[in-house]
C-alpha cells in the first residue's frame, strides 16, 4: 500500500513568487491536514481537509490556502512569497475523523527554499 | 492556549543506553497524547499514543504514560540502538480536532556504537 506522497520533493522560488504543493493521501484516507517545519517555529498546524472541505485552521496568513478533491488529493498554495516562508511543508493523512482512528500517516515533505 | 514542552537536545547516549526524553503538556479538557520520531530526510512517523490518563503507550521498545497529575508524557527506552538515532517529538490533539496536532520542539538523539 502506498504511502502518502508529496510532490515536489524539493523546490527553490524567489520572493514574491507563489507555489503550489501537492499531496496524495493513502488509498481511502479522505482526511488531509499540512504542517510547517521550521527550525525556529518547529512544527505548526496549517490547516485540515476532510471531503474536500476546510475543517481547521492554524495561525498562517492568508497567503497561505489549500484544497481537497473528490480524489481526496490535496494542494496547498502560498502566494507573494517571503523568505521565511521557506520551510519543510508536511502532508499527512488519516481515513476518518474520529476519535477513534487517530493514527496520522505522514509524506516525507516538501523542503521549500525561498531566495 | 494548548502546548507542549520538551527537553532541549540533543541527547547523545551510548548504544545499549537508558533513554528518558521528558515531554509535559498544558491542556485544557482530555487530549490525546502522541510520540513521533522523524528520522533523517524523512517524514514524521507515529511511535506510541495514549488517549487517557494513565494509559500506556508502547512500541518498539519505547514506552510512555499518561500523568494527569503531572502533564507529563515522558519517553522511556531501557535500552537504546544506533538505530534509534533520530528527532523525536511529543504532540498532543487540540481540542480543534484529531488532525491538528500540537507539537513540542523535538529532541534529536544520537546513539553511538
Not at chain 2, 15 to 33: H, K, V
Not at chain 2, 46 to 73: I, P, Q, V
Not at chain 2, 85 to 109: E, M, Q
Amino acid at each position: 500500500k502506498a504511502g502518502v506522497t508529496q510532490t515536489p520533493r524539493y523546490l527553490i522560488k524567489t520572493r514574491g513568487q507563489q507555489v503550489t504543493l501537492s499531496c496524495s493521501p493513502i488509498s481511502g484516507h479522505r482526511s488531509v491536514s499540512w504542517y510547517q517545519q521550521t527550525p525556529g517555529q518547529g512544527l505548526q498546524f496549517l490547516f485540515e481537509y476532510f471531503s474536500e472541505t476546510q475543517r481547521n485552521k492554524g495561525n498562517f496568513p492568508g497567503r497561505f490556502s489549500g484544497r481537497q478533491f473528490s480524489n481526496s488529493r490535496s494542494e496547498m498554495n502560498v502566494s507573494t512569497l517571503e523568505l521565511g516562508d521557506s520551510a519543510l511543508y508536511l502532508c499527512a493523512s488519516r481515513r476518518g475523523r474520529d476519535r477513534t482512528n487517530e493514527k496520522l500517516f505522514f509524506g516525507s515533505g516538501t523542503q521549500l527554499s525561498v531566495l | 492556549g494548548n502546548s507542549v514542552t520538551q527537553m532541549e537536545g540533543p541527547v547523545t547516549l551510548s548504544e545499549e543506553a537508558f533513554l528518558t526524553i521528558n515531554c509535559t503538556y498544558t491542556a485544557t479538557g482530555y487530549p490525546s497524547l502522541f510520540w513521533y520520531v522523524q528520522y533523517p530526510g524523512e517524514g514524521l512517523q507515529l511511535l506510541l499514543k495514549a488517549t487517557k490518563a494513565d494509559d500506556k503507550g508502547s512500541n518498539k521498545g519505547f514506552e510512555a504514560t499518561y500523568r494527569k497529575e503531572t502533564t507529563s508524557f515522558h519517553l522511556e527506552k531501557g535500552s537504546v540502538q544506533v538505530s534509534d538515532s533520530a528527532v523525536y517529538f511529543c504532540a498532543l490533539s487540540d481540542t480543534g480536532g484529531y488532525n491538528k496536532l500540537i507539537f513540542g520542539a523535538g529532541t534529536r538523539l544520537a546513539v553511538h556504537p
